[in-house]
């Protein structure tokens, strides 16, 4: 009987259907635990959490002398200050900073007296010509990473500065999806081993070389198999062999129509023949079968029709098994978000954030400290700012270097806003519903909410801005900035704001008043932020002066940074939200029930990563997790408020 192939469909149907085919048999990623140092180009298994905070004590952050920055207020180039050897400490970048100081002066800021010098520090005065805020040149517990805030999303690809930020952060061993195990099994009586000298009729075996190269580069474990001879016992037993060991098999060479090509008989004794035949050229005879989960693709024998199978058809399955796209580098030209500056003397790297909101990809400059590791955790692209440029303004197109591919980039949900640790947990719901589409968000503040609304910047971004005159929140914000409309107000969750203070309260701290006296000291939110807000109403609601709260303008850009540092002592309370302080094992004084809503944009609205976003607060997952944060009350998240049009 004349040889017949079982099937003869298109590529994208039948990759579609084997996928499906092989998921409804039980295929799904494995995961096992490696350690950090091991966990290089490895894929998540499930969202990653700092056990720690970073850097973990008050570090120095230059070398010099640390006090208390109120020992130097009023020096200036008229009135210098001072010190006696008592009064200060000689430290070393990176040293713990000691007991009863909150700031470092640099050694090139102190004047010595005459016949004393640097060599002379620790036992003579010293002369300070400017002042100094406190934790002025220190980093602080928590200036880095937080304890309890999400590192990675599951899914994502482990990059090196991921796993210096995770040993930063107290993780020791990481949960990754195993890396799919593919046997290769090379085919034919005539095929040999490579050797410099083949005798005529010796087709030398390189293809399993060349597949294993392609396997290992898109994060799989490829398995070489000896050569089996064309006998159809053999090769049956190669097949079952494999599907034993490994979760893909590749039966290199008799797919075709020859006398000697046995490979899908063997595939159907094993397993079950899915597809003998594809639309493509090089590549028809490939043959797609499985034995319960594990896929066997029979691969042809020349090596071009077997990269093309391997590429189109194996890659896929991989990339199934492994949860994750393999990365694509390139350059592209984004618009920044906000203004870049830099200084003359280097050419600088500043990572970013990209997302692609409407047309235009648009580049936020991320943290570019230097102990910041996390900023390159978070980074989408590098940008590059040449020597002899003072920088760049916002509006302006720059080249971006991307460290993950630019269709992720494209699929990303771009946040600018107010921070909230619910924006990461939705981040992981969009993110484990549908692996192609992340989120990218920046915290900047209510008001950055509304100003990157107007320049068309961003998907969405959550704002709980209260109105003093009124006492409503955000909508009459948005009539005043949006007064020919163009963007929606969508609910979202009400949470309670309150003083964050150390376990059992021992200060007895009970409103803002409480802290305006001298000894006490307090964090606060930054300028624009709806927190900041909140705290400037009860001061002038309460006739509190500000100043007179030591702290009230040592700002912190999130809820989690806050309470890590009402955590560590560095200050008696912290404005913030109930979630961040159940997060630290504080107490908390409650203040006010807040609304926080999501502000977005019209020219948003229908894309799919705000659709996804819409779903996800209308999910059961959402309000089980807000009510497990704690300090968070549900009503009908995802419904508009209302449409400013």
């Known amino acids: 009987m004349a040889f017949e192939y079982l099937s003869n469909v298109e590529l994208e149907e039948a990759v579609g259907g084997f996928l499906s085919a092989l998921k409804e048999r039980g295929a799904k990623p494995r995961t096992e635990f490696v350690p950090v140092g091991e966990s290089l180009g490895r894929v998540t298994a499930e969202p990653l959490y700092a056990a720690i905070s970073a850097p973990h004590y008050h570090a120095c952050a230059m070398d010099g002398i640390a006090l208390a920055a109120s020992a130097t207020f009023g020096a200036t180039a008229t009135t210098p200050v001072t010190l006696a050897p008592e009064d200060y400490v000689v430290v070393d970048t990176g040293d713990p900073l000691p007991q009863g100081c909150d700031a470092v002066v640099m050694v ?23 002042s100094i805020a406190p934790w002025g040149n220190v980093r602080q517990i928590g200036e ?45 009586d005539e095929v040999v081993a490579p050797s410099a000298n083949p005798k005529p ?31 159809p016992d053999l090769v049956r037993d190669a097949v079952a062999k494999s599907v034993a060991e490994c979760d893909i098999t590749l039966l290199n060479a008799g797919s075709s129509a020859g006398r000697d090509d046995y490979s899908s008989r063997a595939v159907g004794e094993v397993g079950q023949v899915l597809y003998h035949g594809i639309a493509i050229k090089p590549g028809k005879p490939a043959i797609l079968g499985c034995a319960g989960p594990k896929a066997i693709v029979g691969v042809p024998g020349y090596p071009v029709s077997g990269i093309i199978v391997v590429e189109q058809i194996v890659k896929p399955i991989i990339e199934q098994l492994l949860g994750n796209n393999v990365p694509q580098a390139a350059t592209v ?76 980039i494209e699929n990303s949900l771009v946040v600018i806003g107010s ?3 619910l924006i990461d947990e939705i981040a992981q719901f969009i993110h484990a519903r549908d692996a192609a589409l992340s989120v990218a968000s920046t915290h900047v503040g209510s008001m ?16 709980h801005l209260l109105d003093e005159a009124t006492g409503a929140y955000n909508e009459p ?17 009400y949470r309670q704001q309150g003083l964050m203070v150390a376990p059992g309260n021992p200060l007895g701290i009970r409103s803002l008043a409480d802290l305006a006296v001298e000894g006490r000291s307090f964090v606060n939110r930054q300028k624009g932020s709806g927190t900041r807000i909140l705290s400037d109403y009860i001061c002038k609601q309460e006739g509190i002066d500000p100043s007179k709260i030591y702290g009230y303008d040592h700002e912190e850009f999130t809820h989690t940074a806050v309470a890590a540092l009402v955590e560590a002592g560095s200050a008696d309370a912290g404005m913030g939200i109930y ?12 203040i006010c029930e807040e609304q926080y809503d999501l502000l977005v944009p019209d020219y948003a609205w229908g894309t799919p990563m705000v659709q996804a976003l819409l779903s996800v607060l209308e999910s059961d997952e959402f309000r089980a997790r807000m009510q497990e944060l704690g300090g968070y009350r549900v009503d009908q998240p995802g419904s508009v408020r209302r449409h400013y049009e």
């Open 108 to 130: 090139e800021d102190l004047v010595y007296a005459e016949g004393d010098g640097v060599e002379n520090l620790g036992s003579c005065p010293v002369t300070l010509f400017a």
């Open 579 to 590: 979630s961040a302080a159940k997060m630290y094992g504080l107490d908390f004084v409650p």
């Open 419 to 421: 921070h909230d640790p």
């Open 477 to 493: 914000y948005l009539q005043k900035h949006f007064p020919k409309g163009g963007v929606r107000q969508v609910e979202c969750v």
């Open 144 to 188: 880095d990473i937080c304890a309890g805030e999400m590192l990675l999303t599951s899914n994502v690809r482990i990059q090196p500065a991921a796993m210096g930020a995770m040993l930063a952060a107290g993780v020791q061993e990481v949960p990754v999806i195993a890396r799919p195990r593919v046997g290769i099994i090379p085919t034919g």
């Open 201 to 231: 009729g010796d087709v030398m075996e390189f293809n399993s070389t060349i597949f294993s190269g392609m396997v290992r580069q898109w994060g799989g474990e490829p398995v070489v198999y000896p050569i089996v001879a064309d006998k």
């Open 448 to 463: 950055g909410a509304i100003v990157a609304a107007k320049r068309g910047e961003n998907h969405c971004g959550g704002i």
């Open 333 to 408: 030209r984004a618009t920044l978000a906000r203004p870049c500056m830099s200084s003359l003397k280097y050419q600088e790297f500043v990572r970013v954030r990209l997302g692609k909101v409407g047309e235009k990809l648009v580049a936020t400059p991320l943290s570019r400290g230097a102990g910041v590791v996390t900023s390159f955790v978070k980074a989408d692209g590098l940008m590059t700012v040449p020597q002899n440029v003072e920088g760049y303004e916002a509006g302006e197109e720059v080249d971006v270097s991307l460290l993950r591919p630019l269709e992720d």
